[in-house]
């Protein structure tokens, strides 16, 4: 029942030649200055961070080929570095902090071999963020100066100000690089990176009206930060008749980044059939479930906002008591007012995407995906003994834990009776699972080249049941584009619920009578935001 153990780094490196030779370049301090064993470590954990940041030239960080050759180069000493460590004598949890940073060394080579989003993807280029993302860092490739607008609080102090017209300056000498360094020929990504900056446009209107009565410095900012983006749309769209290429990485690639950089001990095959398997299990189980509920009234949809509100906080309050009560996991009071304040609201009919579909017919099928906001919490309430896992997020490395199991989450609350008084919305939860498992399949297809972006949004339409995934809505496109971006995050949400799934089982085998669902998901939140594989490696000894 395990998923297959990891290969061989060299299996996979094929003409990619991703272990390139280690050369001493670039050292931080010499070799007698450095500390050994685990000091060591988080020595040169700290020395990488500091060098993966790119230098900052004419007030925008540089992604030009030069400087990213450079970091190649510099990556290699930071790799020989780790090599030369010998974790096999630590604790089992240095151990998993020496296998993590090793991860977050092939995520940076991964991205400057083969990702390379400054030379493909214009959307990363993308400087302004109106909202906080609900998982740890940014899903997808992101600048090194994205600017968080939604760290803001409007109206603005002076030292606020000061600040947002420092970060927006960043604008224009960063589009006038992406300009340079924007030669990949991938289709898609070029068209949707396109869509992205046209965003950007919108935003930093928006931005203007609310910074209308702030100081020249500021207002100019936003003003030359609007002109640049929207000069530089209209560059790449004069660009795009020439960009006929394909935009997925392949399959070895795909390969090679799922086991070393994400832990996730599959293949791209692997995943194939993984979530074709859930996509069957999910139509089947929705079958049985309204077969079951045969001659149940429907759900009943919400009409107004006041509805929806009411609704939706009954909704909170009896499932964080269903938390505390059965009980499924500590629930520590700071955890409710989290998920309140991120509870949406109402939608028109016409308007409503999947998920305020699903919201405005029973909020928890939602809410409980909603997981991520008490990672949030749990990261700054109760950081992690460990300094390396306390700043490991870069590469989406994290996601087969923040999205396994915010998806996990969503059939596991089900099946330890949640809805036992509505079954009805049981139904909704098995459209959740068949939602995510056809779009997770889309993606590899087009990270293959299998599919073409148009033909992955079809197949994730085709289905999504009850017609719940629209087409003419942005949420289509926005998902099929992050994860055309990501490789490998399209699927896991799957891949690491099935993860979860089958950790759930080991502990519970081992442990017998003394397991309990609360210990499990205590066990596994105090492990920290780290790859299922990791969590598994220090939760049963099992490599």
Known sequence: MRPKPLVL???????LNLAADHRNVGAATTDRQRP????????LFDEWLAFERPAVVDGAPDYSAPAMAQKLDGLRTFQSRLAALAPESWPPEQQIDHALVRAQLHGHEFHLRVLQPWVRDPAFYKTLWTSQSDTPEHEGPTHHAALELWTYTFPLSPTEETRLTAELRTIPPLLNQARRNLTGNARDLWLTGTGTMQTQVADLARLAERTATAGPALRAAVADGASATAGFVQWLESQAPSKTGPSGIGKEPYTWNLRNVHL??????????????????????????EHRNTGLPPLTMVRSQAEFAARADASVTKYMAFLK????LTVQEYL????????????????????????????????????????????????????????AWLYNVWDSRSEGMATAFEEIVMHAGYYDDNPRAREIVWIMLAQRAARGLASLYAQANEFDIAQAKAFQVQWTPRGWMRPDLDLLGFEQQLYLRQPGYGT??????????????????????RFSLKGFFDDVNGAGMIPVSLIRRQLTGER
């Open 9 to 15: 780094l060299m299996v996979l490196l094929g003409g």
């Open 36 to 43: 050994t064993g685990y000091a060591a470590l988080t020595t």
């Open 264 to 289: 996730v001990p599959m293949s791209w095959e692997d995943e194939v059939v993984l979530l074709t398997r859930e996509l069957n299990r999910a139509h089947a189980s929705l079958k049985l479930e």
């Open 325 to 328: 009560h059965a009980p499924v």
């Open 336 to 391: 409710e007012p989290a998920l309140r304040r991120h509870l949406g609201g109402f939608v028109p009919e016409a308007n409503r995407n999947f998920f305020a579909i699903a919201t405005h017919y029973e909020p928890v099928t939602l809410y409980t995906h909603f997981y991520h906001w008490f990672d949030h919490e749990w990261l700054k309430a109760r950081p992690h003994p460990s300094p390396i896992r306390r700043k």
């Open 492 to 513: 896991s949400y799957v891949t690491g619920k099935a993860l979860i799934d089958d950790l759930l089982r080991t502990r519970a085998h081992q442990l017998g009578d």
